[in-house]
């Protein structure tokens, strides 16, 4: 069974710095492109990061988060810092298969206050 299990979200100020860390179980990870989305209220479900050979960045995003992988702990993480209020969302973790399919998680919430 595939599981995608967010954590790390949390309430923090303005400037301040977060790691997410999705923990993945019941595929081989290691073949699997790996993505953080986010989803604000009210909004698109936006691509934050991804990575697969190399990592890949939005634009608003650019600098001040890292995405990266342990394939030997089957997890994918975010490091974002300078946080913004605009940054606030539920943050998803996505699995895609090299044929295509995918798998999402629940979601962690993470708030950024001014």
């Known amino acids: 069974q595939v599981q995608l299990v967010e954590s790390g979200g949390d309430l923090v100020q303005a400037g301040g710095s977060l790691r997410l860390s999705c923990a993945a179980s019941?595929?081989?990870?290691?073949?699997?492109?790996m993505s953080w989305y986010r989803q604000a209220p009210g909004k698109e479900r936006e691509l934050v990061a991804d990575i697969g050979g190399s990592a890949n960045y939005a634009d608003s995003v650019k600098g001040r988060f890292t995405i990266s992988r342990d394939n030997a702990k089957n997890t994918v993480y975010l490091q974002m810092s300078s946080l913004k209020p605009e940054d606030t969302a539920v943050y998803l973790c996505?699995?895609?298969?090299?044929?295509?399919?995918?798998?999402w998680g629940q979601g962690t919430q993470v708030t950024v206050s001014s």
């Open positions: 019941g595929f081989t990870f290691s073949s699997y492109a």
């Open positions: 996505r699995a895609r298969a090299p044929l295509g399919y995918t798998y």
